[in-house]
């Protein structure tokens, strides 16, 4: 059974920073693309970053750049998402994605076969 379990988040308040996990299990995600993305209350699941299967190729959100990294360690099957300068408009539920089918970052959900529970990350003003 494959299972992405996300941990790191919680509340900060504006400027503050956080840092996901996404520990992958029941299969190996080396060779594949990985991928975060968030959802609002009363929005719809939008994407936030990805990246390649070797870590060399990733891909942000407009709204993230500059601000959040994501990296991956192979060997601990782990994708992470480091989140700086946070902003109020940055409140969501997390998501981890996987993809068994594309070894380089992809946006759209549909692209992605595992998911995460999510892990709530709130930033006050």
């Known amino acids: 059974q494959v299972q992405l379990v996300e941990s790191g988040g919680g509340l900060v308040q504006a400027g503050g920073s956080l840092r996901l996990s996404c520990a992958a299990s029941g299969r190996t995600f080396s060779s594949y693309a990985m991928g975060w993305f968030r959802q609002a209350p009363g929005k719809e699941r939008e994407f936030v970053a990805a990246i390649s299967w070797s870590g060399a190729i990733t891909n942000y959100a407009d709204s993230v750049k500059g601000r959040f990294t994501i990296s991956r360690v192979n060997a601990k099957n782990t994708v992470y998402l480091q989140m700086n300068s946070l902003k109020p408009e940055d409140t969501a539920v997390y998501y981890c994605?996987?993809?068994?089918?594309?070894?380089?970052?992809?946006?759209?959900?549909?692209?992605?076969?595992?998911w995460g529970q999510g892990t709530q990350v709130t930033v006050s003003s």
């Open positions: 994605a996987g993809t068994i089918r594309r070894s380089n970052p992809r946006v759209a959900p549909v692209e992605y076969d595992y």
